[in-house]
């Protein structure tokens, strides 16, 4: 079972477009992360969201933590070829010691 | 500052044959330790996680073991490989939030 559902799967996009990439479940969470991913290598971390209803901001992405603490958005403006790549939400189920990771988003930003 | 060791970073493996992936962590101490899988262009599934020496949760039912004989260092293992354990495999330890992940392993079984 997975307890952390992206969408869209992919999402091919043209340069300078906005986008949403969503994380959801039926699960409350400590707090949420999202990573970006490059082909062959570990994910590395973009952001942290604790507090319910938080949005926090990085360059052109901006992220937000559901009131609930079961979901999460990614928004990116203005999306450049470089934001080419796998984003992964993940997080630590309140109560447990289990750190999950969401399905993914491949994106690919054409120029 | 923190570092997190994995090894090797490509296998090619015989079905039927043992497996070993070490993974080591420095500069933290009693840190939360995580063996995942993933699938080409997927997300990672949980495989194990540890949460000290000895103290191993399994999350799937499978052909793999895990073992932490020592606080930072964590071991997959497989006593006869399947075709179906090939992937690319990735170590992490964390501190309940955030996870900060080795190399990984790309694994073929053939």
């Known amino acids: 079972t997975q307890l952390l559902e992206q969408s869209p799967q992919f999402l091919s996009i043209q340069e300078g477009e906005n986008l949403t990439v969503y994380c959801n479940s039926s699960?409350?969470?400590?707090?949420l992360q999202w990573y970006r991913q490059e082909p062959g290598e570990g994910p590395v971390l973009l952001v942290t969201v604790v507090t319910g209803g938080e949005v926090k901001k990085l360059k052109r992405l901006t992220f937000q933590f559901g009131d609930a603490r079961k979901d999460s958005s990614l928004h990116i403006t203005a999306a450049q070829p470089g934001d080419t790549g796998l984003y992964l939400c993940a997080g630590d189920i309140s109560g447990t010691y289990k750190y999950i990771f969401g399905t993914g988003t491949r994106l690919k930003v054409l120029a | 500052s923190q570092t997190i060791h994995q090894w090797p970073a490509t296998l090619v493996q015989p079905v039927g044959s043992p497996l070993s992936l070490e993974c080591t962590v420095e500069g933290t101490s009693n840190p939360n330790l995580y063996w995942y899988r993933q699938a080409a262009g997927r997300g990672l599934q949980l495989l194990f996680y540890s949460v000290g020496i000895g103290q191993i949760s399994s999350e799937v039912p499978q052909n793999l073991s895990a073992s932490r004989p020592q606080d930072r260092q964590f071991i997959l293992s497989s006593k006869k490989l399947l075709l179906s354990d090939s992937g690319f495999y990735l170590c992490a330890w964390g501190q309940y939030t955030e996870a900060f992940f080795g190399q990984g392993t790309r694994l073929t079984v053939v």
């Open positions: 699960s409350v969470f400590s707090s």
